[in-house]
């Protein structure tokens, strides 16, 4: 082997050893992990917008303790070995106290399984794999956002009241479409047990022609498609439901259907009359505290706060507010604190479960509608479906993680 | 010939940066030793595919298919069969070498370009069975807390275990590269023709090089388990398979240990300058780019070229 | 030794070999001549395997070899040199060499026995019987022309061939380099006993060393005997020179 | 359409026609990087990026005119030429010098392309999604044996055959396409007839590209545009480009027809794997013809 091959490698050691003589801080940091790249972002910058919102709100005025909360970001560009590097990263070099993100289900569960190891509390913000808490679920772990099984669930119990029979399900070829699915398939059945399916499509994630199997469903006659799309499926779904004619043919749900994500790209585009749930809606409830958030985040960014904005700000606002309560920057105090902590929002009082550490949310179903008053659909006929209509139960969670 | 000989003079550092690398954990914080140990695992996938790739020529567009199905293979072994970790240890370099069998059997009857692309086009059906396969290989979510034994589980463990592997691996293929199936293969690289003409089935050749590629970079793969102890379907996609590539390249695809450096700086590149900046690929694109225009043989060939213009090198010729 | 019997190859149409024969005896030196484009280079690529036959057969040593890969020819005992320079240009002359003689003792599959405790003293040997002992080291893609020429023929004598098929050997060589080569050739022949078939331009190599000259013309062999013989032949002649100047002996 | 229908079902009909219109953006992309791959050998993975930047200029395009008919044709007539004008910049300044290297750096140079022009459309256009209105002409579907087909679809499946009828004009009619022709074939011959083989490669480089842009303006109005949308399509056209054989145009509309069809009569077959259709038909197709269906011009 060559000297200076064998000195170049040293130098690099070195170096390495150099920089990593790093010091502690002193305010309480969060490492935040998530995709800042590609379709997803539709969905992330407002977790960190929100996250934001309430972080300046409390740095501004020294929050409970007395401390300030910095927070560092990483863009994993959907990829989760990097994901779980900077995840890494961030703990091991960075010392933060919290981790929060991210999109990507396979990032937040393996996140997850590191922050378990290591004993830091992980939020996370936007991943919808009911496995966060559901199975894999652990002391270190707390999920902000609806889950999959969740989100079906609640379609089922409004879909059950609705006279459809037949039904087509089609969705994006992973984790995220098949969950959708069979959540609401499996409560449906169980809710009205004359439903019948008549097929399912699959596509894979990022297809953006979705005639074929638009017309290979118009072909079975069903009376209701669930349509489990995520992320740019979403718009592209709908894009083709209105070229093809299928929104006025037969109806759909998709999940987060009526929400601003979905609908404000497509401007006065969008079909009318889809179903859809969602956990927030700007324009809904129309309480003070919401109408008090959308300014603020209007004021602050220029524009209206989507689902994630309400996600980002609610985790801002529980880890103040837990460390608060912990009295000290100690993240078993800290966990013991926020389990379980019930805390006022845009959206009224959320309850963080203290037995799977799932946030409670109500979940809005609607249909959707032009209004004058937007340059985008809006959700009519909007139903609150509360937490505790659809959500699994406590022994449900426990038989689950065995 | 760009090779490192061992037998030089020089050959006291090999044992002192072994030494190094082993007392690190005891001054390195855990971030750093974790990252040595992520070089190590990418290191030595990068060094797998240089196998085939600089040292036979061949033009293996898809390696990361075999990385990452040691990787499945040692996780799936462990979880779904329920196996001790040490069985799917050694699983999944089989398995992958066997995969690698298979594909490397209906590809080698072609060169070049065309063995890359029908290798990327079967590759890619492997990525889109792991991806879909929910039941077994848990789709897009891919597996996680794969449990290690305790001997292993902590980060200087893993640290440890990966460091003992990649380097009897390295000797292994160190020693490889010099036998003389080193010798052919490499024979092979400059020119097929008259390897054939001399005596050597050149297709045979290139299929047992495939296969070890394909058990190395197995190996790789259940490193990561070992220290990330998850496996992701995005370890088969193609991007990665380039990231690879560009590793060989940077580093110098013509000489041994130049993958390792350039994954090191792969890795180094990503993790430091995604903590200032979300345009890290940017990065990443303009000083491949630039490697690539005035560094074609890469960092380390580029030093070594440099060594021998000076005429430093007298002592280090070679045999 | 070596027999061909009509063998045929066309590439799209045509064709470049079109039924040619030859005979080699043990111990003989052969060569073929013909103009440009006859199809010498092409007969033998088909005889060495390295591109298949359409018809015809090739049979070596009583042991028909017709459209076998190029490996198993010449582990028969066939080596090859090439005209274009066709060697490993990344690995020093040593390399090159030593990759022949492995290929023939079959120690390529060897996976953990360092190549350079292996069959060093046979790869001095060749080296020194081509001139090349003192450039063992180099990287053979930095020699000159004339070098890389004997490097060519050195890699053929690895293979330890009964048979050694050299194609152009004197191709782009200087003066001195052209007789340095002759003496070669002539030195593997009588110290070797090696049977060697070579194709050549240069008429008076040809007629210095050959036994027996073949002639090729578009793709057939119009003739196979004694150097005198062939000088003569009108065939040839015609071929050569037109037929207008018929009646001169060949050089 | 009376007469087709009774041959075959309704809904297998609309698969193939809609089928058509996806092969059509997968035929000039890939056109347009077998042209590219033929003359000038290189395996151009940043065409990618070009079709998405394509895609964005068109969606930038669209809304400086305001939307609507005159946004839409205005974007897919500028959107091509922006991204050629691109190109040939970044192929007088970097490629032009490095055609002799080996396949190989070729391919990871256009990687380094792919990777910094990803960025550098997130640093123009963020990270959002865009669309472009589709004019009202072409609005809502037209139904064909009570099965919609959106107006748009049967758009782009008329659009395919000129693109294709126009890559032939140019490579067997124009001097620069004999001329390039010829070079595919041999480039030392070409340059000592004394031809700047350099700028009919800029031409045919810069033509490619344009190919890559029309591609992304023309799908612009029925996907949202985002990052991340040329890493499926550069696949797709990668594959279709082997399957027809490289260099080959022919091959390339041949392997976009093969693709496009397995891929929507996939989904009739066995929806659930219908993306697997496509890769095993190229697979098939190399096990049986390694260098691909058509004449490869390599």
Redesign the interface.
């Known amino acids: ?10 130098v ?2 070195l170096g ?2 150099a920089v ?1 003589f ?1 010091f502690g801080a002193e305010p309480i940091k969060v490492g935040i992990i998530d995709t ?4 997803a ?2 969905y992330t ?1 407002d977790v960190l917008d929100g996250f934001k919102m309430a972080v300046n709100k409390v740095n501004a005025m020294e929050g409970g303790l007395g401390k300030k909360i910095e927070f ?4 994993e ?6 994901g ?3 995840a ?2 961030l703990v ?2 960075e010392n933060v106290d919290i981790l929060m993100g991210t999109i990507n ?2 990032t937040a ?2 996140v ?3 922050a ?1 190891k290591e004993k830091t509390p992980f939020f996370v913000t936007f991943s919808k ?1 009911d ?1 966060i808490t559901g199975e ?1 679920g652990h002391r270190y772990v707390f999920q902000i956002t609806e889950n999959t099984l969740m989100a079906g669930r609640a379609a089922a119990f409004a879909l059950a009241k609705k006279p459809f029979v037949k039904y087509w399900i089609a969705g994006d ?3 995220y479409g ?1 969950a959708i699915a069979d959540g609401v398939w499996n409560q449906l059945k169980k809710l009205k047990p004359v439903v019948q399916l008549l ?8 297809e ?2 979705f ?6 469903i ?2 079975a006659k069903p009376d209701f498609i669930i349509v489990a799309t995520g992320g ?1 499926g979403m ?2 779904f709908q ?2 439901a209105k ?4 929104a006025q ?1 037969v109806p759909f749900y998709q999940h987060t259907a009526i929400e601003l994500s979905t609908l404000e ?3 006065l ?1 969008a079909p009318e009359g889809v179903y859809g749930t969602a956990n927030y809606l700007f324009y809904y409830p129309d309480t003070p505290e919401n109408k008090a958030f959308v300014q603020e985040f209007r004021n602050t960014y220029n524009r209206y706060p989507k689902i994630g904005a309400l996600y980002g700000y609610v985790t801002g606002v529980l880890v103040e507010k837990g460390f608060a309560k912990a009295g000290k920057v100690d993240k078993e105090k800290f966990i013991n604190a926020v389990q379980g902590m019930v805390i006022d929002s845009p959206v009224g009082k959320l309850e963080l479960r203290a037995c799977d550490h799932q946030l409670m949310l109500p979940m809005f179903f609607g249909v959707t509608k032009k209004v004058p008053q937007y340059p985008f659909l809006i959700a009519s006929d909007i139903v609150t479906i509360p937490p505790k209509d659809y959500m699994p139960a406590c022994e449900e969670i426990k038989t689950l993680r065995k | 010939m760009a090779t490192l000989n061992i037998r030089g003079k020089e050959s006291w550092l090999v044992p002192i940066l072994f030494i190094l690398l082993l007392v690190f954990p005891l001054v390195l914080t855990r971030f750093y030793t974790y990252l040595l140990a992520l070089i190590f695992v990418s290191g030595l996938a990068a060094m797998s595919l240089n196998l085939v790739l600089g040292y036979g020529g061949i033009y293996q567009f898809h390696h990361a298919v075999f990385y990452g199905v040691g990787a499945y293979g040692a996780a799936l072994t462990i979880t779904k069969l329920g196996y001790s970790p040490w069985i799917g240890f050694l699983v999944g370099p089989l398995l992958a070498a066997f995969i690698s069998l298979v594909m490397g059997a209906i590809c080698v009857r072609l060169s070049k370009l065309y063995f890359g692309m029908l290798q990327i086009s079967l590759g890619s059906l492997v990525w889109a069975i792991v991806y879909r396969w929910y039941s077994f290989t848990g789709g897009d979510d891919g597996i996680h807390g794969v449990s290690m034994p305790d001997l292993i589980g902590s980060t200087t463990g893993s640290y440890y275990f990966t460091l003992l592997v990649t380097a009897a691996c390295l000797i292994a293929m160190y020693l490889i590269v010099k036998s003389p199936f080193g010798s052919a293969l490499q024979g092979i690289r400059d020119n097929p023709v008259r390897s054939e003409a001399v005596g050597v089935n050149v297709k045979l050749h290139q299929l047992v090089a495939l296969v070890i590629a394909g058990f190395f970079a197995g190996v790789a793969g259940v490193l990561f388990i070992v220290v990330d102890n998850s496996a992701f379907p995005d370890m088969l996609f193609w991007t990665l398979s380039l990231e690879i590539l560009i590793m060989c390249l940077l580093g110098g695809w013509l000489t041994f240990l130049g993958p390792m450096l350039g994954a090191a700086m792969m890795v180094a590149l990503r993790t430091f300058a995604s903590t200032f900046t979300e345009y890290w690929t940017l990065i990443q694109g303009i000083i491949l780019m630039l490697v690539i225009i005035f560094l074609p043989e890469g960092v380390l060939g580029y030093v070594n070229a440099k060594f021998k213009q000076l005429g430093n090198l007298a002592s280090g010729g070679k045999a | 030794m070596l027999r061909i019997e009509g063998i045929q190859k066309s590439f799209g149409g045509f064709m470049a070999v079109n039924g040619a024969n030859l005979g080699v005896q043990k111990g003989e030196i052969v060569a073929v001549i013909g103009p440009n484009g006859a199809g010498k280079t092409t007969l033998f690529n088909l005889i060495t395997g390295i591109i298949k036959p359409d018809g015809g057969r090739v049979i070596f040593k009583e042991e028909e070899i017709t459209g076998l890969p190029a490996y198993r020819i010449c582990k028969k005992g066939m080596s090859r040199s090439f005209q274009v320079v066709n060697i490993f240009s990344r690995l020093t002359v040593f390399e090159n060499v030593q990759i022949a003689v492995l290929s023939r003792h079959g120690k390529t599959f060897n996976l953990f026995t360092p190549s350079r405790k292996l069959l060093i003293e046979e790869t001095s040997d060749i080296l020194q019987s081509v001139g090349l002992t003192d450039k063992g080291r180099s990287v053979s893609g930095s020699l000159s022309h004339g070098d890389q020429k004997a490097l060519e023929i050195a890699i053929a004598l690895g293979g330890h061939p009964e048979l050694l098929i050299l194609d152009e050997p004197t191709a782009g060589l200087s003066p001195e380099e052209t007789i340095r080569c002759i003496d070669l050739i002539k030195r593997l022949s009588a110290d070797l006993g090696l049977t060697i078939l070579f194709c050549e331009h240069d008429m008076e190599l040809v007629f210095a060393i050959a036994n027996r000259i073949m002639v090729m013309v578009r793709g057939k062999s119009i003739i196979q005997g004694l150097p005198a013989d062939v000088r003569c032949n009108r065939e040839v002649q015609d071929a050569y020179l037109g037929e207008s100047e018929s009646g001169v002996c060949l050089a | 359409m009376e007469f087709l229908s009774s041959i075959c079902p309704p809904e297998i009909l609309c698969q193939i026609l809609v089928g058509l219109s996806r092969m059509t953006i997968l035929f000039i992309v890939a056109s347009g990087l077998t042209l590219i791959l033929g003359v000038l050998r290189i395996p151009n993975i940043a065409h990618g990026s070009l079709y998405m930047i394509g895609a964005f200029v068109a969606f930038s395009v669209s809304k400086w005119f305001g939307g609507g008919t005159t946004g839409f044709w205005m974007a897919v007539v500028l959107a091509p030429f922006a991204v050629a004008l691109l190109s040939l910049v970044v192929e007088r300044g970097i490629f032009a010098h490095l055609y002799e290297r080996e396949h190989l750096m070729l391919l990871l140079l256009t990687f380094s392309f792919a990777l910094i022009l990803g960025d550098l459309v997130k640093v123009v256009w963020g990270g959002e999604y865009r669309t472009v209105q589709l004019p009202g002409s072409f609005k809502g579907p037209i139904p064909v044996e009570s099965l919609p087909i959106p107006i748009y679809n049967i758009f782009l499946v008329i659009i395919g055959p000129f693109v294709a009828l126009g890559l032939w004009f140019f490579t067997n009619k124009t001097k620069i396409g004999k001329i390039s022709r010829a070079a595919a074939v041999d480039r030392e011959m070409v340059g000592a007839v004394g031809i700047n083989v350099s700028w009919v490669f800029a031409i045919v480089f810069v033509i490619g590209c344009f190919l890559a842009g029309m591609g992304g303006a023309l799908v612009s109005p029925i996907v949202n545009i985002t990052l991340g949308m040329d890493h499926t399509l550069i696949m797709e056209a990668f594959l279709i480009v082997i399957m027809g054989g490289l260099g080959n145009v022919w091959g390339a509309l041949l392997g976009a027809l093969i693709f496009g069809l397995t891929q929507s009569l996939g989904i009739l077959i066995w929806p659930q794997f219908g993306i697997v259709f496509p890769y095993a038909a190229a697979v098939t197709v190399l096990l049986f013809r390694p260098t691909g269906l058509l004449k490869s011009t390599w």
């Open positions: 082997m060559k000297k200076e091959t064998i000195i170049g490698m040293g690099v050691l390495f050893l990593s790093s800042y790249t590609g379709p972002t539709a910058f560092l970001t990483r863009d560009k959907f990829k989760p070995d990097i779980l590097a900077m890494k990263e091991l070099r289900s396979a569960l393996a997850s399984d590191f378990k794999s496995k894999q070829d992973y984790e098949h097929g399912k499509s699959w596509w894979k994630v990022g953006t022609d005639t074929p199997y638009i017309t290979a118009l072909a740019s718009v592209n894009k083709a070229a093809t004619g299928l043919k790209p497509q401007g585009d």
